[in-house]
């Protein structure tokens, strides 16, 4: 009987869906999305309030897109003209799915790393460091709080950055590193929104 049901299920659940670019060079297009367990797009909605934010300066940014899942956020981003972004995604049919749509929009400054972020910023950086960096994890899974601290930790961060971090309102343990300044917020349904931006040390 249980396995009937699931297969009603994955005959009225579609195999997978869309995201929407909401402004910038690609504006209206259509980017397809896999339907992976856990995978939680940004809403268009919560997209806008968060590029209203960074609407000074998304432009030439080196953009970070982690648990990027959809690639919601980092494509918005190259929409809008930053100057290159990282995609990091562990869900191996969600990773090949941005590595499609970075080749539909013919994009030569996005690249895909199929990997666990945690693991990616345990490691020091020793490249460019990254100006725009998006942390919008799996919730109730406690990643927020480490990934923002090894991203301040390893030096993957150029000084004056801006990180977008979104978790569940629910959470009540997530602390900035003491350097970052909370410039924005905002409780959109059961998500927070945080925009902070780091202070040289």
């Keep these: ?25 690609f504006r209206g297009r259509k980017l397809s999305v896999k339907n992976v367990d856990g995978l939680r797009p940004t809403t268009d909605r919560i997209k806008e309030t968060v590029f209203n934010w960074l609407m000074q300066d998304t432009r030439d ?17 190259l929409s809008r003209f930053a100057k290159s972004a990282i995609f990091i995604e562990l869900d191996s049919s969600a990773a090949k ?13 996005a690249h895909v790393k199929h990997t666990n972020s945690i693991s990616f910023l345990e490691q020091k950086n020793t490249s460019e460091a990254f100006n725009l960096v998006f942390v919008d994890p799996p919730f109730r899974k406690d990643l ?13 961060l150029s000084d004056n950055a801006l990180i977008y971090v979104e978790v569940e309102t629910e959470l009540t343990t997530f602390n900035n590193p003491s350097n970052w300044l909370l410039i924005k917020e905002k409780k959109a349904g059961q998500v927070f929104c945080k925009l902070y931006q780091r202070q040289a040390n």
């Excluded at 249980?2 to 910038?24: E, L, M, W, Y």
């Excluded at 940014?61 to 981003?77: I, K, M, P, R, T």
């Excluded at 927020?144 to 993957?156: R, V």
């Design 61 to 77: 940014a080196n953009v970070l897109d982690c648990f990027a899942g959809s690639g919601g956020l980092g494509f918005e981003a």
């Design 97 to 109: 799915q941005l590595e499609q749509n970075i080749s539909t929009l013919k994009l030569d400054n």
């Design 144 to 156: 927020a709080q480490t990934t923002c601290d090894l991203l301040e930790k390893n030096q993957w």
């Design 1 to 25: 009987m249980r396995k009937k049901t699931t297969q009603n299920k994955a005959t009225n659940k579609p195999s997978d869906g869309f995201i929407r670019v909401i402004s910038g060079q």
